[in-house]
């Protein structure tokens, strides 16, 4: 589950004695929020604020494209939230069946409800018993440009005993949700990396960019239908690269192939991670004090080659 500085240590089913608190009805703000950079807007209570995503001092937020936290109410005399939302880009497609689509992305245990009345096709994702920790109730969202989107609620569990009212009022700024400007581009480009890289984006796939304090990451995601294996490609810009086999939970071992990467050669490593996503990548300098680290992930069922092709593409100036 996502974490979002809530407090997470007991049950929602037996939270700890606290007063009870009227349930108001927050005033929205006369203008729409803009959600995942725009990609969807919702209507939020005017108490509500945007924050910037738990991330590692030598990390890096995720992008706004990608990912967006909202504390639509915060703890009395406090910074931490006692309501929130996260909504997450996906980066699938839709199948063309909303019921389908949400109930391949539901856990184990939750159900598929139509939410009446919504500005989009929504389908909520809900528990017939309240879990443990924060989570209150989740949704997928099917936007106009054929692509998915899902929306997390999470309730502090001293709050627990005015769950239904939380949920109700999650369901609620759920129907107010829209399709923003942006639509998810998967059309050919020519990327412009930085330090004058270049790479080619081939037609159906998704760009983002994450910006760390010394250092960059590109992506380029294959856009599939839900439920379809998927295909990554990532390109590390930074001073302090390290590959993905190191930093892995139980790789598998790896093997090597003399190859070139920016016209320099490399030694390129493959192997294959826990969930069986085959991983090929290899690191090249770019100068003295820039390295670039390329990542390619292509589950099970997917053919390397295609990232192949657009790792080739991959030019300095």
């Known amino acids: 589950m996502i974490a979002v500085g809530l407090a997470v240590g007991g049950c929602l089913t037996a939270p700890p004695a606290v007063a009870v608190e009227q349930p108001s009805s927050p005033q929205s703000r006369a203008e729409p929020t803009v959600l995942l950079d725009g990609h969807l807007t919702a209507r939020l209570p005017a108490s509500a604020r945007i924050v910037v995503p738990m991330h590692s001092v030598m990390g890096a937020p995720e992008p706004e494209s990608e990912r967006t936290e909202v504390f639509i109410e915060e703890m009395a005399g406090t910074d931490r939230p006692r309501f929130a939302m996260i909504v997450n880009e996906l980066f699938v497609r839709s199948s063309g069946d909303a019921d389908a689509d949400a109930r391949s992305i539901a856990a184990k245990g939750e159900r598929v409800e139509a939410l009446p009345d919504a500005q989009l096709p929504i389908r909520v994702l809900a528990g017939d018993e309240p879990g443990k920790g924060t989570f209150l109730i989740a949704a997928v969202v099917t936007h106009p440009d054929g692509t998915l989107q899902e929306v997390e609620f999470h309730l502090d569990r001293r709050s627990a005993h005015r769950r239904a009212h939380f949920e109700g009022l999650a369901r609620d700024l759920l129907q107010t949700f829209e399709p923003g400007p942006r639509r998810l581009d ?122 192949d092709a657009v790792i080739a593409t991959l030019r300095s100036p």
């Open 186 to 307: 998967a059309a050919p480009t020519e990327l412009e990396l930085r330090h004058g890289l270049q790479v080619s984006v081939p037609e159906g796939y998704a760009a983002t960019h994450k910006k760390g304090p010394d250092f960059d990451v590109f992506r380029m995601l294959k856009l599939v239908k839900v439920g379809e294996p998927g295909a990554t490609l990532g390109i590390y810009l930074g001073g302090h690269p390290t590959l993905q086999h190191d930093q892995a939970d139980d790789p598998s071992a790896r093997s090597e192939e003399s190859g070139t990467l920016l016209a320099r050669p490399v030694q390129w490593v493959r192997w294959t991670t826990e969930h069986g996503t085959t991983v090929k990548e290899a690191i090249a300098p770019v100068r003295d004090d820039l390295f670039v680290h390329v990542f390619a992930f292509a589950p099970e069922g997917t053919s390397m080659r295609s990232l």
